[in-house]
């Protein structure tokens, strides 16, 4: 008996113990619980609260209508159809050149001189054939004294009739090649000269001082002469923007290296196909040449479509350029303001400003924005 009596004791105090260790480990969670977790709503950044409103004038946004409006590059290139190339039919060497790229001509101008074996073997047919001729002349006359006397048969003239003819059909020929290789009979040299053949402006030389010229076949232009009193400007129109544009309107024509001027081209033609790679069609512009579009310049053409857009108008100081975007404010009521992106269209007289979308005429806006911005960062 004695015994069994500290088995039973350690047996019962043994859910004691656990019962003990139980509570002391759900006591020790609970206080490693996080707090409860707490939202906080971001404040928006557009919408701006201001203690004294009244300090900020608004205007309303007036109504304009604009025509909606294409602006695409273009670049300055020649008429084609008033390039002049300069050409010479007899081969040689260049012995004297007296115009160089870029000099402005006048027709008949002296542009080269060329030293020529043709134009030396053409003089030599054309003599050969005038002393064939004067032979022939003189035969013929001989063949009719001795037919009117009775000497020699009629087949007989008639020979001789027939080679003065064809002795001056002869020298006809060697005087109009000589003419086409660009010598004169009465100046008989191996020199020839080459002239303007119209006024303009040398775009082109392929030639220079005692380089040799050959014949037109496979051989490149001596000069191209252009006249660049009109035009060509070559625009890339996307397939989208087709429609902006019309064969017999007018464009509008900004230059980058003059942009107060403004200069107007007509539409003369729209490519029948589109450039697979960008999908875009060439736009031809035909513009008269004051003297300041040069070959090659880079230009801004601005189409006008032809249905009427109601746009607002605002002060130019409305508009905040911020972040590559343009805001506008708004007041929003209870001492507030939002700030409205907006998509700002041209400059207009009187330091107005177009806004294309994001205000209605009438709405009323900050008349300056940047002011608000700045009160609101400090």
């Not at 004051?290 to 070959?295: I, V």
């Not at 805001?327 to 107005?352: D, H, I, S």
Request: with cysteine; glycine share 6%.
């Amino acid at each position: 008996m004695n015994r069994t009596l500290p088995l039973v004791v350690l047996l019962c105090a043994i859910p004691l113990v656990f019962t003990a260790c139980s509570g002391k480990v759900e006591a020790n969670l609970k206080s490693e619980e996080p707090p409860p977790a707490v939202v906080e709503h971001e404040q928006d950044v557009n919408d701006i609260h201001v203690d004294h409103p009244e300090q900020f004038p608004v205007v309303a946004a007036a109504k304009y209508d604009a025509a909606p409006e294409l602006n695409v590059t273009g670049t300055v290139s020649p008429d084609v159809s008033r390039n002049i190339p300069v050409i010479s039919l007899a081969s040689g060497r260049v012995v004297d050149i007296r115009a160089r790229i870029g000099d402005t001509v006048t027709k008949g101008e002296l542009l080269m001189r060329i030293q020529s074996s043709d134009i030396s073997q053409a003089f030599s047919d054309y003599r050969s054939a005038v002393a064939d001729e004067v032979l022939a002349h003189a035969q013929l006359d001989r063949s009719k004294i001795l037919y009117d006397k009775g000497a020699i048969a009629q087949k007989d003239l008639e020979v001789a009739q027939d080679t003065d003819a064809k002795a001056k059909i002869t020298v006809e020929n060697a005087n109009e090649r000589l003419r086409v290789l660009g010598a004169d009979t009465n100046n008989p040299s191996a020199i020839v000269e080459i002239h303007a053949p119209v006024s303009g402006v040398i775009t082109e030389q392929n030639v220079t001082a005692s380089a040799g010229v050959k014949s037109l076949d496979n051989s490149p232009n001596l000069f191209t002469i252009s006249d660049l009193s009109e035009v060509w400007i070559m625009c890339d129109v996307y397939e989208n923007d087709l429609p902006f544009v019309h064969v017999g309107e007018y464009a509008d024509i900004h230059l980058n290296a003059y942009p107060k001027m403004v200069l107007r081209g007509r539409i003369g033609n729209i490519g029948p196909t589109l450039d697979p790679n960008i999908r875009t069609a060439k736009v031809r512009l035909e513009v008269a040449n004051t003297g300041l579009l040069r070959l090659g310049m880079f230009v801004t053409a601005t189409f006008h479509g032809m249905n009427k857009e109601v746009h607002a108008l605002v002060p130019s100081s409305a508009v905040l350029h911020l972040h590559d975007r343009d805001w506008v404010y708004v007041p929003a009521g209870n001492q507030r303001f939002r700030r409205v992106e907006v998509t700002a269209g041209k400059m207009l007289p009187g330091n107005m400003q177009e806004i294309i979308s994001g205000i209605e005429p009438g709405q009323a806006v900050i008349t300056n924005a940047l002011v608000l911005q700045n009160t609101v960062e400090q």
